[in-house]
T-cell receptor
Framework: DAGVIQSPRHEVTEMGQEVTLRCKPI?????LFWYRQTMMRGLELLIY????????DSGMPEDRFSAKMPNASFSTLKIQPSEPRDSAVYFC???????????FGPGTRLTVL | AQKITQTQPGMFVQEKEAVTLDCTYD???????LFWYKQPSSGEMIFLIY??????QNATEGRYSLNFQKARKSANLVISASQLGDSAMYFC?????????????FGTGTLLAVQP
């Protein structure tokens, strides 16, 4: 079975540009999570969805960040405009209803110059 | 408020020996779940083991076991017979409180180095 798929794996962009990160959760999973990992702040939950509906976006740092889940097999995290402090590894994870663990994707390493 | 604390930034262990990675937590919820994840240098997050607060026995998964001491609010990970491939960052995590039980709150991690 394919795990959580994220693209791109690496993204280098310039300050002010729009960045879109993509995630395909494990088929059948009802929950999708977006995390950000930095040296300074560790692993932080940005937002999560249940059945394509955003449930908690309290971790989204500011209005420059937005996330969508148009269907059960696809989600995007968009940063517009990007800033150097957004440089981090962004993980997508999914889990099924009644399942304890979350399964993580390989992450997208974002560098904003 | 919930909190996960990992007090060991780094640990060394000799190959084939056992090692314990510490994790303490704080929560006001009577029902909660605790997790350990491994992050090797390649960057992916790998689920290792789960312990529910009402589980009667400590969780075990192969060489991994969780030393769950509820009264002390600790959930230490024990790795037996360490292997070179165990060198990685290890994160303790807890399920969110109240209506946020699908969220995971992560500790700061412990970097484990297994020496030959």
């Amino acid at each position: 079975d394919a795990g959580v798929i994220q693209s791109p794996r690496h993204e280098v962009t310039e300050m002010g540009q729009e960045v879109t990160l993509r995630c395909k959760p494990i088929s059948g999973h009802d929950y999708l999570f977006w995390y950000r990992q930095t040296m300074m702040r560790g692993l932080e939950l940005l937002i999560y969805f249940n059945n394509n509906v955003p449930i908690d976006d309290s971790g989204m740092p500011e209005d420059r960040f937005s996330a969508k889940m148009p269907n059960a097999s696809f989600s995007t995290l968009k940063i517009q405009p990007s800033e150097p402090r957004d440089s981090a590894v962004y993980f997508c994870a999914s889990s099924g209803a009644g399942v304890n663990e979350q399964f993580f994707g390989p992450g997208t390493r974002l560098t904003v110059l | 408020a919930q909190k996960i604390t990992q007090t060991q930034p780094g640990m060394f262990v000799q190959e084939k020996e056992a090692v314990t990675l510490d994790c303490t937590y704080d929560t006001s919820d009577p029902s909660y779940g605790l997790f350990w994840y491994k992050q090797p240098s390649s960057g992916e997050m790998i689920f290792l083991i789960y312990q529910g607060s009402y589980d009667q026995q400590n969780a075990t998964e192969g060489r991994y076991s969780l030393n769950f001491q509820k009264a002390r609010k600790s959930a230490n990970l024990v790795i037996s017979a360490s292997q070179l491939g165990d060198s990685a960052m290890y994160f303790c995590a807890m399920r969110g409180e109240g209506g946020a039980t699908n969220k995971l709150i992560f500790g700061t991690g412990t970097l484990l180095a297994v020496q030959p």
